[in-house]
């Protein structure tokens, strides 16, 4: 028997759904409702249900949220927005206080998993890394977050910074990352070596990101799948923002895309506005796994974002031209499931022996969720509601003739 | 004096800001607190105001919020497109219906005042045009609504339109629409002497449809221009969507940017997610007032959209590559004032002597609020809230250590 049942809820393909729960648990989920018995009742109203989201590239030491708002600096080199970024932050609140603000607004729009890359350099070391564990330590339970060593200044470049990646994957760090081997190291054997040789030593993951455009990012991508399949790390292995693979010719992403599915080579892409990125659709359909994640929000890099991974997804199918069901689809998965398979999320989606977590939206369907995006959100952790008393009034004022309907 | 006076808010350069308001006008804006005497206060809680949204191009009778979801269709050609969207609409809700659905949600997000295309055509005749009437009658006083007669058909390509488009002007239209005069009806001057002969002859505005792509759509901009000119229409102009001007150089651009501006032709662009479309600083920059509004809104066309113009202004910015400040204001400015001067919104704006109506939203500034695009609003109109009696909590969940703070 089960302790609770949600009803009147709606199923990601608009049927009719409940929801029963025991000790945190699903034990059945069924268009029928139940025989509910002794168990607590709880009426969903219509809304749908949606499983947690997962942001699988997020900045939780990046973001001015929960300090004073910081007018974007125009930069004209990557290390003059290096130095900015620097500047900024050291005389912003402390980390650990801004991480934990904006842990707590992504999980308000129903996050509960998250990849957080966190700087790691020779002059910052593992302050940031400690900082973001600090919060990390505060939201356990409730927001599962795994941590990738982030060399934003290099790694070959910036002397000091493979032993720091080496002490943080040591530390804490479930993820060691990299960044444009070529065009920022200059050195792509050299920082690939330490990266991957610090994945097999301390037994983490590899995260790496990648601007490097045309020829030479896809030169690149084939050489992550290539070392990936030598050091038998199929399957941890990610590869963020890719956009060389919006540059190139469909032939050509064909070519890679079975490279990287054969290594099991990991995409993360945000759907930037203004700028190519990769062609999701061609990748999945060659097997390579697809992610996303808000990547920059509110910080040094640019000023948008507000954390919501169902927004994230309308912006990957705004961005893409996905119109269909099936494809606003590919875009949820995109922002729940296929990110949770990359962290290794257990427990995890709408099935009957996980945790009992999900979100509540109001929506006809989850293609339509995607599409609109709408932001009243309800959370629900463990069969229990997470955040005030919920409110399931999502609609707008009642429409009104002329100009009564206003008040005091 | 005042009547009543909104304390304690923000204004769009983040400064202090307290409204004064009698019969419904500011009577002043001011970064101190006045003396209250005997008028009535309300503590706005350091939130921001704007300015009430204005939507320069929207279809209400498309959309098909306030109905069910129809997942989107395929289609080869326009003309198939065509057909759907007839065969989808003649099963939807009414119309008047419809179209109240949507008004009342952006309404809700803080659009005050907008211009509808409505079809027209030989099969319709004038009853979209009397529908979204109907319901433009009903939200007298809290939405202004100018009505275009939009021959989503064609004018030459569709016997009959030229006549209703002239009928519909005489009936309550304010503007007079016109679509892609060579690729869709193969006679460019053909539609042209039909649309601006009605203009001149029932007084009304004009709002053409440019899909038509590169060199082609250049040319289409040409003779516009020319033609509005020649007919002393200056400023009473529009051509919606204008993708051509994304197509070509900038070179090119800068020219034909210089006949809009000297003939007083306004660009109305929306920021398509998977399609170049305007510069708009160039644009600007060449004295060009440019504009924007959400266009479909979950209708045949596309599955995207929630009406929302400050994320209209996110998406402008967003695709735009708008990052500081000054460029994020220039997103909301095409949002609000270009939208406006438009539609000739009088008494509008945060100025003494008008329409004391705003947007309540939380954000440190107007920059900040285009960045994130909050969703949670409190719509004030001539000094009264609109709507329940206003939440101005606008903030998520207290964050919790572990797995306390959820409840039943």
Known sequence: MFDRVFVNATGADGQSLNLAIRDGHFISLATERPETGRAEVVDLQGHLVLPGFVDGHIHLDKSFLGDRWRPHRVAATLRERLADEKAALASAAPIAQ??????????????????SHVDVDATTGLTHLHAVMEAREKWRGLMDIELVAFPQAGVVSCPGTADLLDAAAREGADVVGGIDPTTLDGDADGQLDIVFGIAQKRGVKIDIHLHEAGAQGIEQLHRIAARTRAAGLEGRVSVSHAYALGDVSA????????????????????????RAFPPILQLRAAGVRVFSGNDNIQDAWWPYGNGDMLQRAMLLG????????????????MATEAGAAVIGKRDYGLKVGNEASFVVVKAPNAAAAVAAAPAGRVIVRRGQFWGDAPRM?????????????LHG
């Open 98 to 115: 801004r991480a934990d603000a904006l842990i707590r607004q992504v999980a308000s729009f129903g996050t509960m998993a998250m990849r």
């Open 251 to 274: 032939d050509e992403v064909a070519r890679i895309a079975d490279a990287l599915a054969a290594a099991g080579v990991s995409i993360m892409t945000n759907a930037p506005g203004d």
């Open 318 to 333: 705004y961005r893409s031209g996905f119109y269909t069901d099936e494809e606003l689809l590919v875009a949820l998965d």
């Open 393 to 405: 009034q999502f609609e707008p004022p009642e429409a009104v003739p002329a100009a009564s309907g």
